[in-house]
Every structure is written in C-alpha cells, then in structure tokens.
Antibody
Framework: EGQLVESGGGLVQPGGSLRLSCTAS????????MQWVRQVPGKGLVWVSH????????RYADSVKGRFTISRDNAKNTLFLQMNSLEVEDTGVYYC?????????WGQGTMVTVSS | QAGLTQPPSVSRDLRQTATLTCTGN????????AAWLQQHQGHPPKLLSY???KRPSGVSERVSASRSGNTASLTITGLQPEDEADYYC???????????FGGGTKLTVL
C-alpha cells in the first residue's frame, strides 16, 4: 500500500530555517496537487500550502506567505517545504497530504519545534 | 484566514446516531462543499467524506455526509467505541484561494 513519509523536522530557534521533505512510495503523486497541513499537538488542523502537479501553481496561508516556499521534484516523488524566518507559532506536526478527493492520503507527520 | 465553525464536543450513547455540523459561508461550504476527516489520538487524520457526500472506499456505510446551504453535516449511525475521535471539516475557500478547516468536534461515545 502506498504511503507518504515526511522528514526534516526538529528543534530550531526563532528566526531560523528548516526544510521539510515528503517522499511518496507505491503511490502516484506527480499528477496531483500536494499540500502541507500543520497541527499543534492537541489542537486543530491548519492548512499551510499546496502545489499543483507540474509545480507551476502554489498557494499559501496568509500566516506563512513570504516565509515558506513549497516545491516538488516529480522525478524523485518528493515534496518540499522550505521554512524561513520561523516563528514560535509555526510549531507543530507538519503533515504531507495528497490532494485527491480533497485529502485522500496523509503521511505520519514530522514535528517542528520553534523555541529559544 | 477565517475558519469553519464546529461544536467543540458531542456525546452520544453507544449504538445511537450522531450528527456533527460545520458552518461556513457561500465562498467555501456553500459553494465548494466540504470534506470530513476523523482523527484518533496519536494518528494522522483519515478521510471520511469528500465533495460534500462522497465516501472513499473502505469507509463504513454507517458514515454519511450532506450539505444544506452553508452548513455541512456528518452523520454516524450505530455508534461504536471506535467512533470516539476528533472530527474535522474542511472546504476550499474560493475567495481566499485557500483550504479552511473547522476547529474540530470531539465525539464521545458513552
């Protein structure tokens, strides 16, 4: 069965940067929108960004515009999220999601903690 | 970005029916329909319904979804202990060009 596996999370100071990756295996993703969704443990889901299959269309939540960049490498079945100028409020589990039938496949998530 | 409105908690007895609601506006739920997700603690969300009332393969027939105006609903019949979870709605907002989520409803099966 296909899956999405995120990596790249960790502890970073405010103002720092991290790059998240999401690799698909046994799953077709290159023709579909892919997205990132954040969740503070114990709290609700927050949409962060998505990108279309060719990578030519990207959209972002207002809270991350100008700081985060979503991209993809379809040859490697990999989605990325470059996060710069990180803020404490960016803390949470970041899920990679395939946007077929709205949200059909979710990864297990990678934890990002922004703290001094 | 404005979110969708869900009641924080709902409690129902075992084998009864629960209906969860999600209220948005004409730019999101009223226009695009809603998706519903179930999340058990410590696990990623799971898609239960999409495009207002479509059920993915593998999701129980006890689950159904609908929409009336700007409010989407998720109904679960014959409640079982495993239905106890957090439920989130989401919709594409054509005005914001962004996905919006509800705050989630914690369903307790008594």
């Amino acid at each position: 069965e296909g899956q999405l596996v995120e990596s790249g999370g960790g502890l970073v100071q405010p103002g720092g940067s991290l790059r998240l990756s999401c690799t698909a295996s046994g799953l077709t993703v290159k023709t579909y929108y892919m997205q990132w969704v954040r969740q503070v443990p114990g709290k609700g889901l927050v949409w962060v960004s998505h990108i279309n299959g060719p990578g030519s269309t990207t959209r972002y939540a207002d809270s991350v515009k100008g700081r985060f960049t979503i991209s993809r490498d379809n040859a490697k079945n990999t989605l990325f999220l470059q996060m710069n100028s990180l803020e404490v409020e960016d803390t949470g589990v970041y899920y990679c999601v395939r946007e077929v039938d709205d949200f059909d496949v979710w990864g297990q998530g990678t934890m990002v903690t922004v703290s001094s | 970005q404005a979110g969708l409105t869900q009641p924080p908690s709902v409690s129902r007895d075992l084998r009864q029916t629960a209906t969860l609601t999600c209220t948005g506006n004409s730019d999101n739920v009223g226009n695009q329909g809603a998706a519903w997700l179930q999340q058990h603690q410590g696990h990623p969300p799971k898609l239960l319904s999409y495009r207002t009332n479509k059920r993915p393969s593998g999701v129980s027939e006890r689950v159904s979804a609908s929409r009336s105006g700007n409010t989407a609903s998720l109904t679960i019949t014959g409640l079982q202990p495993e239905d106890e979870a957090d439920y989130y709605c989401s919709a594409w907002d054509s005005s914001l060009s962004a996905w919006v989520f509800g705050g989630g409803t914690k369903l307790t099966v008594l």
